[in-house]
């Protein structure tokens, strides 16, 4: 069994922009990071976002609004940022409170900003497999740790467990997309699959992206499966200064024997999807300086 090295693998992510903003000509890409409100873990990954700019030579512009904002005054202040031509990507920070609707507010940033692949025509230059769209962080960011681990998707059999919009559709949608690194047969399983052992026991790729922790189990899977495990959750454990302990959604002591490669929780999955974001934002600093619609 190997395991998947998501910060190493992250890191040299990080070392390719670096080296690549610094060939940029003009100014540097910039990113707009909206953060409503003050939510803990909200806090976290914005600054561990801003971290990882400052490191690749990214501008980061923080805004703060106050939780009590309204929907017309986020609109308002998105549609400023997707004005500005000194922007190049948008990030709100998900969950945003109740009063807002997400859905709304992610398809308000314009599509050529949209550096966290959510908008309508972002989702729907992927299902055409126009590259000049933006897919969404997590699952480009599994497909690159699946090809730089050297794993083959072709003619292979991927199994997604979960239909998100933020990784199982997208995730599904570029295992099967006429590309060298691609080419995947893929099954999408979700809550009302029926019998879903004996579909997961089919996967020489599995992907695990369902929210619940330690759901697959040794007797889901076949030997010599590759498993990503997407999830990250927490667990109450009383041996823990915390209190918790971060688990995935595979049952790693008993699944990763079976394993010729699988991603840990933590050190997996989780990187990438950072990295992936300052890849689509130097993706955007480059398509927003050519001319004409992207």
């Keep these: 069994m190997e395991l998947i090295d998501g910060n190493k693998i992250a890191a040299d992510i990080i070392a390719e922009l ?19 409100g003050e939510d803990p873990a909200s806090i976290s990954y914005v600054a561990k976002k801003q971290k990882t700019s400052a490191e690749i ?51 308000r940033i314009a599509a050529h900003k949209d550096v966290d692949g959510f908008h309508t025509m972002n989702l729907g230059k992927l299902a055409q ?39 199982g559709k997208p995730a599904a949608l570029l295992a099967l997309q006429r590309q060298p690194w691609a080419n995947a047969t893929v099954t999408v399983c979700h809550s009302q699959t029926a019998n879903l052992p004996a579909f997961t026991r089919q996967a020489d790729i599995l992907i695990a992206a369902i929210g619940k922790p330690e759901f697959v189990t040794a007797a889901m899977v076949k030997p010599g499966v590759v498993v990503i495990d997407v999830g990250v959750n927490r667990v109450p454990d009383a041996t823990k200064k915390s209190g918790y302990r971060l688990t995935g959604d595979v049952h790693f002591p008993s699944v990763s024997p079976l394993c010729s ?34």
Excluded: Y
């Design 261 to 294: 490669k699988i991603t840990p929780v933590p050190g997996g999955v989780g990187p990438m999807t950072v990295a992936l974001l300052m890849k689509n934002t130097v993706k955007a600093r480059r398509q927003n300086a050519l001319p004409g619609p992207v």
């Design 18 to 36: 670096k080296a690549e903003v610094a060939t940029l000509p003009g100014r540097r890409p910039c990113i707009a990071l909206v953060r409503v």
């Design 129 to 167: 497999e126009d590259a000049t769209g933006f897919v969404a962080c997590t699952p480009a960011g599994i497909m690159e740790l699946l090809q730089r681990s050297g794993v083959k998707l072709s003619g292979q059999h991927v199994v997604v467990l979960g239909r998100s919009l933020i990784v």
């Design 57 to 107: 030579g990214i501008e980061s512009r923080l805004i703060f609004p106050p939780v009590t904002i309204t929907q017309d005054e986020l609109f308002a202040l998105i549609d400023g940022l997707n004005a500005d031509a000194g922007v190049d990507g948008i990030l709100v920070q998900s969950p945003l409170p109740k009063h807002l609707n997400e859905v709304a507010v992610f398809r």
